[in-house]
């Protein structure tokens, strides 16, 4: 597959600062090729160095950092990197598929405040990497995309998880090999350090390759060591779960992130029994009344085993909710609506559901390439996150959602704010504020 861009490469290439990283290097005859051609790995040497696409040569290579050789040394298996953890590795195999990761947290796992009483969260939303694989400006693509999350988290660097709230690539433009795409998204939290997770949009499965599916896909991220879990199995969609966010000791948990799959993808396969071809079953394009029961019910499980410990919950997901036009209809909002809201277009009680839960402060989703406003609905913040990727429609600038949350242990409180932080760096604290206005209203959800 003509220039099909692995990992590192192009984290190398946005890393401009001098960084030695960048240098390319020539190719010599000890280097071997990997399964589908994409790999050139060196093991007799010190360093290791990725090309891009077939008929590599010596233009193609770029030195991998040392602390990631390990990470990539094993890549024969059809151009799939296979990450050695060692002990943050989370054992994710079929017994564990669609289930919340049975494996305890350790303390060094444990999203925790920092000494300070702050954690910051950095949401990544609408990457849409491998567009157009085949395509010179599809690498190009991939590479300014890499670059506006890089210049962000220099300019956020106590970021202490990323949130990936779906459509990280586009599969359905993915010839094959949708864990490399994968993996050159995650990277950016990978090389840093940075905790991350996250879900489902409606175009990051379907790849016509092999291991393209929300299970794959998550499976995958789970096993290059992020904080995704699986989900119940009679629950749908895939990627449902709860994130506990620690005090600074990692003992009494202090805040809940709720993730929730709202559809539209692969979650299930089967294959014809004719042709012995992968078919995909399309899920839903809305969060079902099964989730929103699975998290009524969750929620008050925990909150009994926990003592109501929980000072502020937040929820994240891709396609926002119908309530979303209602509050850019009926209250101030600030920030831009410049694409009509795509919201989902059935409506099975979810926010209602969280207006049941004093905790519940925030909802944040993406699919909505124009959109970056928030406004307050019956006490809860319903928000966009802000474009980050240059895949996709739309040439409105890239950036970021970022959120603080702050907690206080004399009031025994925590509450939060939220910024955007764009391409060229800059952060944006105040947006422009919008009134309610009868002629810019939407009452049906679009497309």
């Known amino acids: 597959m003509k220039y099909i861009i692995i990992l590192f490469s192009i984290i ?87 289930q919340q990761s049975p494996q305890p947290l350790t303390n060094s796992r444990k999203l925790k405040f920092s000494n300070d009483g702050k954690f910051k969260i950095a949401q990544f939303t609408d990457i849409h990497f491998g567009e157009g694989e085949d395509k010179s400006w599809g690498v190009k693509q991939d590479i300014n995309s890499t670059q506006v999350m ?28 949708a864990s490399i795409y994968w993996i050159e998204v995650i990277s950016v939290a990978k090389y840093r350090g940075i905790p991350w997770a996250i879900t489902f949009g409606n175009h990051d499965d379907l790849a016509s390759g092999q291991g393209g599916s929300r299970v794959d896909l998550l499976s995958f991220d789970i096993d290059l060591g992020s904080f995704s879990k699986f989900g119940p199995r009679n629950v749908s969609g895939v990627s449902n779960y709860y994130l506990e ?124 390439h124009g959109n970056d406003f928030c406004g307050n609905l019956d006490g809860i913040d319903l928000c966009f996150g802000r474009h980050t990727g240059y895949g996709g429609y739309g040439t409105w600038e890239r950036g970021a959602r970022i959120f603080e949350l702050n907690y206080d242990p004399n009031q025994s409180t925590v509450d939060y704010k939220t910024w955007l932080r764009f391409e060229t760096g800059e952060k944006v604290e105040n947006q422009i504020k919008h009134d309610p206005n009868i002629n810019n209203q939407q009452s049906i959800c679009t497309n």
């Open 150 to 177: 890089n210049t962000i988290l220099d300019s956020e660097q106590d970021v202490d998880l990323i949130l990936f709230t779906g459509d990280l690539i586009t599969g359905n433009n993915i010839i094959d090999n």
């Open 12 to 98: 190398l290439i946005v890393f401009q600062q001098q960084s030695a990283y960048g240098i390319k290097i020539p190719i010599s005859n000890e280097f071997a090729k990997s399964g589908n051609g994409n790999v050139i790995v060196d093991d007799h040497k010190s360093i290791i160095n990725v090309g891009v696409g077939n008929g590599i040569n010596q233009n193609d290579l770029y030195k991998i950092p040392p602390h990631h050789q390990d990470d990539i040394k094993d890549s024969t298996k059809k151009g799939n990197f296979q990450f050695n953890h060692n002990q943050n590795n989370i054992n994710n195999n079929n017994n564990n598929k669609n």
């Open 245 to 368: 966010i620690f005090d600074q000791n990692g003992i009494d948990p202090l805040s809940l992130l709720w993730i929730f799959d709202s559809g539209d993808g692969s979650c299930n396969t089967k294959k014809n029994k004719i042709s012995n071809q992968k078919s995909f079953e399309k899920c839903n394009t809305y969060i079902t009344k099964n989730q929103v029961d699975w998290y009524k019910d969750t929620l008050a499980q925990y909150n009994n085993e926990n003592k109501n410990s929980i000072k502020w919950s937040g929820s994240f997901f891709h396609i926002p909710l119908q309530e979303y036009m209602t509050v850019w209809n009926n209250q101030t909002c600030y920030g831009w609506n410049n694409d009509s809201i795509a919201c989902q277009p059935e409506n099975h009680g979810l926010f209602d559901q969280f207006k049941l839960d004093p905790t519940l402060k925030l909802v944040s989703v993406g699919h909505n």
